[in-house]
Structure formats: C-alpha cells, structure tokens
C-alpha cells in the first residue's frame, strides 16, 4: 500500500479538536468587560459629582468644630526645630559666653564663675591642691 506524504494514514482511535477557540464566547466576554467598565465609570462619576455638590453646600460652616480656636496652639514639648542651624549658633553663642564671662554663681558665699583662660592660668600659678605628707603615707 503506497502513503502519500500528504495524505497520511488515518487511525480511528486518534482525534483532534475541530475547533481550539471559540471566538464568540471571547468576543462577547470582551463586551461584557467593556459595558461593565463603562457603567462603573459612570457610577463612580456620579458619585464623585454627589460629592462635589456636598462639599460645595457646606463650604461655608467649620469642618471641624472642636479644632475652632486651636489654630495658635502648639504642640507638646519637644517640638521639631525650625531652623537648626541658627539653634545651633545660638546655642555655641551661649556656650562661648559661658566660657569666656565673669559671673557670680552664689554672691552671698563668694563664689564666681570666671573665664576657662583665666582659671588656667590662676591653676598654672597657684597650683593644684594636694594632701598632706601624712595623709599620702596612710594611703600607701
């Protein structure tokens, strides 16, 4: 028996689809997503229109009502700096003035907060406090 090449021999037990796609059922899901889209687009256009027209009605009255002369209040300590870097000049500023001034801690007992130069150079003349000879000795 001669087989043509293209006309191969057919065998009952083996089949195929007649048809893999169905293109109606495709195009008319392909509709359906499409009027579905187009009729919540609406709804959602409607509702945004809704609103609108609400926010318009009551533009005139207090959105919040509790918050009316809370506007100059300020929050809890600590609060976020505003300009850091001028917080930070100000504070070296109060630092260097620290430093370098004459001022009195306590007038009645006499004492007085003087310059970092001068208390070094007052601690270079005087020298520092030491203990006894006798006291050094016990501590050995």
């Known amino acids: 028996m001669a087989h043509h090449a293209h006309h191969p021999e057919h065998h ?8 893999d796609v169905n293109i109606r059922g495709i195009l008319a899901s392909a509709a359906g ?4 889209g187009a ?10 229109v809704y609103l609108y027209r609400q926010h318009q009605a009551g533009a005139g009255a207090p959105q919040f009502p509790l918050a009316v002369g809370q506007g100059d209040r300020l929050p809890p300590e600590p609060r976020l700096q505003v300009n850091p870097r001028q917080d ?6 109060a ?24 208390a070094m150079k ?16 016990v501590v050995k």
Request: charged letters at 25%.
């Open 88 to 93: 930070l000049k100000e504070m070296r500023a």
């Open 12 to 19: 009952a037990d083996v089949s195929h689809e007649t048809s």
């Open 122 to 137: 007052l601690t270079l003349q005087r020298g520092l406090p030491s203990r006894p000879a006798s006291e050094q000795e």
């Open 95 to 118: 630092e260097e003035q620290l430093l370098t001034s004459y001022v009195w801690v306590d007038r009645n007992a006499g004492v007085v907060r003087i310059p970092i130069d001068e």
């Open 39 to 48: 009729v919540v687009y609406f709804v959602v256009w409607l509702f945004f």
């Open 33 to 36: 997503l499409i009027v579905l």
